[in-house]
């Protein structure tokens, strides 16, 4: 069975720094999709970025980059420029290529000091 | 575009009773999956529908099931409820089954059981 683990279950940082979320997972499939979800205090999960397992590039969206590293099986969420709204709990999780079902981590509590 | 709805937002229950919650998904959707989110499990997949079919299952008991009309919209239900089953629940929609599309979250239904 596929496993995500976050070993971080929460994080700080100043507001305009950069932090990195960690996340590793354990498959044996070969085609896979990988996510970072924020969930704010409103619980609305809001998806940050993906990343396709067949993909050798890192995915990029605004502030927010991964570092995808498939022979690791590890997926890092980096958070540049933070902002105040960034403050939530944020969740890896991994999809097969078929099929909706996600398996999510346990969250990263990421806290923003103004 | 309506975004996916969840109702009620709030429920509370008395153990031994039986709920059923309810999720609108993304017109066009037909991809609805449902999660359990507590603090001690985390996200759990309980299942997911497509076309009214029931296509993956998670690990939980035959006391929770759901269904998918023909319209896409989804229902779930929990007979003979327990105190452990005070959770977030989660509605996902998706376009599609196969390959990679976004899931789409509603605000969930949080349900206490007293």
């Known amino acids: 069975a596929q496993t995500v683990t976050q070993s971080q279950p929460e994080m700080s940082v100043q507001e305009a720094e950069t932090v990195t979320l960690s996340c590793t997972y354990d498959?044996?499939?070969?085609?896979?999709?990988l996510f970072w979800y924020k969930q704010p205090p409103s619980r609305q999960m809001i998806l940050v970025i993906r990343?396709?397992?067949?993909?050798?590039q890192n995915a990029t969206e605004n502030r927010f980059s991964v570092n995808f590293q498939k022979a690791a099986k590890s997926f890092s969420l980096k958070i540049s420029d933070s902002q105040l709204g960034d403050a939530a709990m944020y969740f890896c999780a991994y999809s097969r290529e078929y099929g909706n079902k996600l398996v999510f981590g346990a969250g990263t509590i990421l806290r923003v000091k103004s | 575009k309506a975004g996916v709805t969840q109702t009620p937002r709030y429920l509370i229950k008395t153990r031994g009773q039986q709920v059923t919650l309810s999720c609108s998904p993304i017109s066009g959707h037909r991809s609805v999956s449902w999660y359990q989110q507590t603090p001690g499990q985390g996200l759990q997949f309980l299942f997911e529908y497509f076309s009214e079919t029931q296509r993956n299952k998670g690990n939980f008991p035959g006391r929770f099931s759901g269904r998918q009309f023909s319209n896409s919209r989804s229902e779930m239900n929990v007979s003979t409820l327990e105190l452990g089953d005070s959770a977030l629940y989660l509605c996902a929609s998706s376009s599609s089954y196969g390959g990679y599309t976004e899931a789409f979250f509603g605000q969930g239904t949080r349900l206490t059981v007293v």
């Open positions: 498959t044996s499939e070969s085609d896979y999709y």
């Open positions: 990343q396709e397992a067949y993909k050798q």
